[in-house]
Nanobody, 127 residues
């Protein structure tokens, strides 16, 4: 059973930093793309960043490029999202998600629904 548990959210002032963690279990990191999504109040969920299991490449939404960094510690089955220079518009619930991409060697994308999502962690950036 795939399980994803996010942590690390909180309240931070604009310009501050947070590091989110996603502890994963129940699947092989080598066979799944992993992504971070977020959803602000009253808005649709949007993709933030993803890592391809096939290529190892990482993609970012334009709104977070240069400020957020996606990393993975396969030995700990944990992925991280380091967020710097946070803005009020970064406020939302952040979700870790995975999709089975076995035998697929292609860049990752967050333009579609993934197979599994965690419960989310709240990030609030005050102005």
């Amino acid at each position: 059973e795939v399980q994803l548990v996010e942590s690390g959210g909180g309240l931070v002032q604009a310009g501050g930093s947070l590091r989110l963690s996603c502890a994963a279990s129940g699947f092989n990191f080598d066979d799944y793309d992993i992504a971070w999504f977020r959803q602000a109040p009253g808005k649709e969920r949007e993709g933030v960043s993803c890592i391809s299991s096939g290529t190892g490449g990482i993609n970012y939404a334009d709104s977070v490029k240069g400020r957020f960094t996606f990393s993975s510690d396969n030995a700990k089955n944990t992925v991280y999202l380091q967020m710097h220079s946070l803005k009020p518009e970064d406020t939302g619930v952040y979700y870790c998600a995975v999709e089975d991409t076995s035998f697929i060697r292609a860049p990752c994308s967050t333009s579609h629904t993934y197979d599994y999502y965690g419960q989310g962690t709240q990030v609030t950036v005050s102005s």
